[in-house]
């Protein structure tokens, strides 16, 4: 007997990550929404390149789009930018402007 459709899937997975390993998907920049309480909602930007510096990139993302942000480390993900609001446009946007490429930015829920 040759079950064939018991093999690893997740089909929450991104369309170009089959088997939905976490290893793959490290060399793109995610950016997503989160729905809190009610209206409001927060962005997080992670996976973001070692040359760019978070801190200074976080002071300048809270100026440009007026609202308030945060900086948190987390053990798997690295540090991860969290911003107020529904950002996601606005900060793939600005990542283009600074040179990051179009391919390696990953908007989740749009």
């Known amino acids: 007997m040759n079950v064939q459709n018991l093999d690893k899937y997740d089909p929450f997975a991104d369309e170009g990550d089959a088997t939905g390993d976490v290893g793959s998907?490290?060399?793109?920049?995610?950016?997503?929404?989160?729905?809190?309480?009610?209206?409001?909602?927060?962005?997080?930007?992670?996976?973001?390149?070692?040359e760019y510096d978070p801190k200074k990139l976080l002071k300048?993302?809270?100026?440009?789009?007026?609202?308030?942000?945060?900086?948190?480390?987390?053990?798997?993900?690295?540090?991860?930018?969290?911003?107020?609001?529904?950002?996601?446009?606005?900060?793939a946007a600005f990542l283009m402007q600074e040179g990051v490429a179009k391919n390696t930015i990953k908007i989740h829920g749009a």
């Open 60 to 91: 300048a993302f809270k100026k440009e789009f007026a609202c308030n942000g945060t900086l948190v480390d987390d053990e798997e993900l690295g540090q991860v930018i969290q911003l107020q609001g529904d950002q996601r446009l606005k900060i």
């Open 25 to 50: 998907q490290q060399n793109y920049i995610h950016i997503r929404v989160q729905q809190r309480n009610g209206r409001k909602t927060l962005t997080t930007l992670q996976g973001l390149p070692k």
